[in-house]
């Protein structure tokens, strides 16, 4: 049930602008071919953040259209084992979708560098969730949200995990970019072709 009328609000908002949007007609792909637009265009996937500044900026940055990628987002574009959902979801991308080529991009100011294991704790208490919940993860927490303090090296740390990952073919090339979130401006921190490219700034 809805509660002090905030959240049927926000549904009643989206399906208004849903309405609005399937009548205007001009995102309507029945035509096109169900099989060949699942697969990406420019077999390459993207491996980002899901900050709400990359929305509307990312793929304009990267020249990228509909149909042209597939695009992976989890908090602070983090991996948090060899067989996790990203790994999962690339190995899908690759091995049933013909992905040949993977970005990870991160992105400057990013908040997740500010998040401790102590804070996501506190802040969960304070929304009511039991010491014993916490408890069980802590310990994952710990090792996840700790680690995380520089965006570029976790960009670096990103690229040379799924280099090495067992689950990912030594031919799929990757590479790490950085994005400025109100410029689109792009960094090139390594390619799968150059490591002396670290730190290069694209031109």
């Known amino acids: 049930m809805m509660q002090g009328g905030t959240e049927m609000d926000r549904l009643e908002e989206i399906l208004a602008a849903n309405k609005a949007f399937v009548a205007h007609g001009k995102h309507d792909y029945t035509e ?4 060949a637009s699942k697969l990406p265009k ?3 996937a993207i491996f980002t953040c899901m900050d709400t500044r990359l929305t509307e900026i990312l793929e ?3 020249g990228i ?5 597939k695009i992976i987002r989890t908090v ?3 991996l948090t084992g060899e067989f996790d959902a990203v790994i999962r979801s690339l190995m899908v ?23 401790t294991a102590d804070s996501l704790a506190a802040a969960m208490r304070a929304h009511g969730v039991s010491e014993c919940a916490i408890a069980k993860i802590h310990g994952e927490l710990e090792v996840w949200a700790n680690a995380f303090r520089d965006p570029v090296e ?13 689950y ?4 799929i090339k990757v590479h790490g970019l950085m994005i400025h979130p109100r410029t689109g401006k792009l960094d090139v921190i390594q390619t799968a072709s150059d490591d002396s490219t670290l730190g290069k700034i694209a031109d």
Do not use: W
């Open 76 to 78: 602070g574009n983090y």
């Open 168 to 171: 990912i073919p030594k031919n």
């Open 60 to 62: 304009p940055a990267m």
């Open 93 to 115: 991308a690759i091995y049933e979708l013909g992905v040949e080529e993977i970005f990870v991009v991160g992105h400057y100011e990013c908040g997740m560098a500010k998040t």
């Open 65 to 69: 259209q509909r149909g042209d990628a």
């Open 42 to 44: 420019k077999k390459m």
């Open 154 to 166: 976790n960009v670096k740390d990103a690229v040379a995990k799924i280099t090495s990952n067992p």
């Open 32 to 35: 096109e071919d169900i099989a």
